[in-house]
Structure formats: structure tokens, C-alpha cells
């Protein structure tokens, strides 16, 4: 893209100041803000002044029990081995976040969290899939998803650590796809003189970056109908779990999700419900008094199965759908920018908006979805902090009450 080219865009989408320095810039500084500019996509900034993101009318939707899931194990797990051999399942690896809580300053994934050796997060991750390949006898695709943040690094560390022991042939990487952030006005912000302030462009991102690079179509090439989707601080989680499987396909739904009972009535999770009819994703600062207060039939809470961000979605459906967009959530957010004497601000309350994709959003388009419980203790070790809740210390404690040597 030229300079006349990047005009014509800009002036467009309404974002000529994007080029404000251009004169002031070296020859490389040029290129790479013309790249940028040839490569954004300005169209979520439309959304800007719908950014209410309104809810409807919320109603509990209830999960395939631990209790339920125990007395047809064997018939779910048979199901999903099958489909697993038959190369219907893949995996997606969310793995775009940096480990800035955790004090470090590479791809959250590379963070070592052993005690007696080092055992990384991605470590941990390949050895859960390695439980189900020595199961089903059977490798399956692994797509992981970086960011333009740690793309390289990510790389570069599972090549130099061989995948820990995955075939290189089946391991994919593509790009998750930025979004410009804005200010309230939907004007995108510049966070250098030669650079537009971006990022990451939601949990939801992967399809439309799976897309956007060409390994959907390489997913159908390859005969995958089902996509796991998990996130790389859970270092608990089972990934392409033969029994998840099975009872997802089993049950004859667009989407699985696993979840786990809430700890307290007001966790900072994600419930699974019903909004409008359709099934969906309420998040814990959405939840009224009402809401945690109602019960079931069986006396429980009503909103009472949190999401780990463990989803088995059908692709057809999704492109059926989607059709290469995805709905665009406005998320109010504190972005660091040049101020208009082109000096680095970094503001302490919030001052424009991103623009993301949503697995909530996936979810509330699909027509069904099965919630479907697991164990707590055995699943679910997020890394969010270092120390604390949801951090290093607790993710360490549950792996080695589970077993796994540290």
C-alpha cells in the first residue's frame, strides 16, 4: 500500500489523523504504518456508539451432572474415542496472553511453574493431550493461536523443546487477529507516531483468525468436525476429553462447554444460562440478586455452573453462522496512546474502546449447547496471578493433589 492508497482508506473510515506524523517518520517508520494500515480492518469501529452491548432476559439452563455423566461413561468415552480416531476432533490453543501478572515478560505459555524441575505451562497442556493419544492410540491437530506480542517466542520455545514430545506435523500456528482501540468518538488511538494502538481481538477471535489463515479450510481437508477450544492458563484441564466428546456429540448440540460448580455465589466466572431463549454466558458482575439467589428443583442454586473455557464447537455450524464475521462486543478499557502533542499517555481510568469477538457471543448465536460438569479439583487451575486466587501457588497446589510431580 502506498501513500495515496493509505489516504484514501483512512479518509474512508474516517481516520486520517492516523498520518498526522508521517512526515516526521523514517523510511522504515513509513513502511510499517502503511503495512498497519493496509492490514486494519476499520469496521468495528462502527460499533462504537453501540456500546451498551444490551442484554436480554436471563433464565438458568442446566448441566449434564457429574452423577449423569458417571452412569454413561463407558458410552460417551466409546463415542469419543471413535470420533477422535476417525481425526473429527482438533484442538485450539488459545495462547495469544503475555505473563505480565505472573511477573514475566514472555508468552504466559513458556512460564515455568515447577518446583523440583522445570515444568512449563505448555508442558503441562501437551501431557493432558498425551493422556487421551495414549488412549485413543491416535495424534490429533493442534492449532495453536499466538499474538503479533509472542508469536515468535512461542515458536521458537516449542521447536527448541521439541512440542515435549507432540509431532511437529501436527501442530499449527496462525495469528490472532488485532483490533484498532478508539476513543469514544470511534477515532483510533496511536500508540507511537508510526504506529495505530491495537489489541487482540477477543476469546471468540480464533474462528475468524483460524479463517483468515487458511486452517479451517485445512481443518475440513483434514475430516476435523469439532474443534476443542481451551485456554492456556488452565493447567488442569483435559483437552479433547473422549468423554466431553461423546456426550457432546451424543447429545446432538452445536457446542459443548464444560463447566464447574461455583466455589461462591458471586465467583468471578462466567455462568452458563439461558438469554432469550438462547443458550449463552452471563458474566458474574451481570448476576443480580435475584439471580444468585434463585434455586432449582433440587434446592441448588439456579446459576450454578461456571464456564473454564473448555468449549467443543461443530465448525459447520459456526461458518453456517458466522459466514466469516463474528458479532463485534464494545468493551470500555484504560488504552496508553500519544496525546495530540504526540507525547505517551498512560491514563488511570478509561478512555475509549476495544473491539472484540466473544465466545459468549458464539454461544448465544448457536441454537443449542450442552453444559456438561467436571470436577473441580481435577480440571480447573487457572493461572491468573502469582500469588493468591487463581494463581501459581494454587495451580501448583492442585497439580500435586493430583498426582503431578513439580
Known sequence: MNYEEACQKLKKADQLHVLKYYEELTADQRTELLAQIEATDFSA????????????????????????????????????????????????LL???????????????????????????????????????????TWFHLFVMTSDKNDQVTRAFLNEKAYFGYPEEYVHFFLQKMAPASDYDGHVYLEEKYRISTSPNGNGGWFTSMQEAGLIDYA???????????????????IADPVFVGATLDAGVSVGAKVVRKNAPREGVGVVCLEDGRPSIVEYYELTDEMVNAR??????????GVILNYLFNIHSLETLFQGKMPCHVVEKKIPHIDENGQYVKPESPNGYKYEELVLDMIHQLDTCLPFEVVREREFAPIKNKTGVDSVESARALCLKNGIVL
Not at 475440513?220 to 483435559?238: K, P, S, T, Y
Request: proline share 3%; hydrophobic share 35%; with cysteine.
Open 95 to 137: 495462547a495469544g496472553g503475555m505473563g505480565t501478572r505472573l511477573g514475566s515478560d514472555g508468552p504466559k505459555g513458556v512460564y515455568d511453574i515447577g518446583l523440583t524441575r522445570p515444568v512449563y505451562i505448555f508442558e503441562r497442556l501437551i501431557e493432558n493431550m498425551m493422556d487421551v493419544v495414549r488412549q485413543t492410540g
Open 220 to 238: 475440513h481437508e483434514q475430516g476435523i468436525e469439532w474443534m476443542n477450544i481451551f485456554a492456556v492458563d488452565n493447567v488442569l484441564q483435559r
Open 45 to 92: 469501529l462502527e460499533h462504537c456508539h453501540k456500546s451498551g452491548n444490551e442484554r436480554g432476559r436471563f433464565e438458568p439452563l442446566g448441566a449434564l451432572e457429574l452423577s449423569e455423566i458417571d452412569a454413561r461413561r463407558e458410552y460417551y468415552t466409546e463415542i469419543g474415542v471413535k470420533a477422535i480416531q476417525e481425526g473429527k476432533v482438533g484442538a485450539v
Open 296 to 305: 432449582n428443583e433440587k434446592g441448588d442454586p439456579a446459576y450454578n455452573f
